[in-house]
């Protein structure tokens, strides 16, 4: 569990939300915080229907389960671009153009749907994201060398351990994909 920080970087009064943080680089964070209203943030999420979504939520019914994340982020910040990825097809070219354009980088990795019977099949599935994480993060510095701090961050959806690539500022795992926290998952790295 962790406690909201504020824009100074100092804890608020307010509660903590359910959530830790993997990694958190205090640089890379106020730039999140810090962003000029006419930049826009690239959130990249898992193209799935209902991956991560509790049966019968919002996102359930959604055909993105994450477009209530985006939506959220965006009553923060008003230019969110929310590109779908497809972890097994790795940064393609479409991927790779969008990391070129925007360089505030949001990436979300979430456990597999409750389908995925075998503890083999999970592994394969999170591997497997982990791996488009590292390549979107080994793409993204490619482009934007020399940016200090760099504007990366994964938001992991599950219970599981989650080892986020080193080269990752900000990490932040939440148990829980509902509505209802996602204004907090939106406020946790933008605010």
Not at 84 to 113: F, H, N, Q, S
Not at 181 to 190: E, N, Q, T, W
Request: aromatic content about 8%.
């Amino acid at each position: 569990m962790f406690t909201l920080p504020s824009a100074d970087g100092e804890p608020p009064d307010e509660p903590s939300i359910e959530g830790r943080r993997l990694a958190w680089d205090r640089d890379s964070a106020m730039a999140f915080r810090e962003l000029a209203d006419d930049e826009a943030v690239l959130l990249l999420t898992p193209a799935a229907t209902a991956a991560c979504a509790p049966r019968g939520s919002p996102q359930d019914k959604a055909a993105d389960p994450f477009q209530p994340l985006g939506e959220a982020m965006s009553t923060i910040h008003g230019r969110i671009r929310h590109v779908p990825y497809l972890y097994w097809m790795g940064v393609t070219d479409i991927i790779y153009k969008w990391l070129d354009r925007i360089p505030t980088v949001v990436i979300v990795v979430c456990e597999p749907p409750a389908g995925v019977k075998t503890q083999q099949e999970v592994a394969k599935v999170m591997d497997r994201q982990r791996q488009f994480v590292h390549d979107a993060v080994s793409s993204y510095n490619y482009i934007n060398q020399g940016t200090e701090p760099a504007s990366i961050a994964v938001i992991y959806f599950g219970t599981q351990r989650y080892l986020p690539p080193e080269e990752i500022p900000i990490c932040l795992q939440f148990c829980n994909y509902e509505t209802v926290k996602l204004s907090s998952v939106a406020r946790s790295l933008l605010k």
